[in-house]
């Protein structure tokens, strides 16, 4: 059992927010996909971001949003978004006093057929 | 973009407590790991679980404990636990008035020679 939280972890800038990819904590082997931690300053939002894996974006904590080529959805602790492949997308901070902490976990493959 | 909530969830009585396969939102073909919501009422606990797949145990909201075979650890929300296969564990409710909320993803493959 091991334990991880962005507490903890290694930040760097990175998009225009804070990140902490989960490299830092050895070899990626044995993960079937890519993790990052993602911290938006508060009032903040993340540089516009496109890449060829799909995202899942799991929101720990904070309240913000996520804005995508088909809109803008609201979200707070617990809710997940998944992005496809080359879905342009934005985190907004939407309070002015708590970071937003949001675990993205990403892989190579589509998910148009299927979530 | 889709997003997903435990709140939304059908969740259903499983592994003594409520528990939400995601295979709820459709063919689960696109993801290269499977993923269920894991929500442990007030003051209560899972039943113990063994199986052969990683896990990790993502903490969303609640305060609670995971315990597992090497101990127990404490866990706020934005913590992540990884868990080897095999590796028995139980999830902790620590409130008696919140549910403990856990997005658990798992695959098949080991994490001993990894992280």
Chains 1, 2 share one sequence.
Request: with cysteine; hydrophobic share 40%; charged share 15%.
């Amino acid at each position: 059992m091991r334990t991880f939280s962005s507490d903890s972890a290694r930040l760097i800038a990175g998009n225009g927010i804070q990140i902490g990819r989960w490299e830092q904590y050895g070899p990626p082997g044995a993960m079937p996909f890519g993790a990052m931690w993602c911290v938006v300053p508060p009032g903040g939002r993340s540089d516009p971001d496109v890449h060829p894996e799909t995202e899942l974006a799991v929101v720990l904590a904070g309240a913000g949003a996520v804005e995508a080529s088909c809109g803008t959805v609201e979200v707070l602790p617990g809710t997940a978004v998944l992005l496809d492949p080359q879905e342009r997308h934005v985190l907004h901070n939407r309070s002015a006093d708590e970071p937003l902490v949001v675990l993205s976990v990403y892989w190579m493959g589509g998910v148009g057929d299927a979530a």
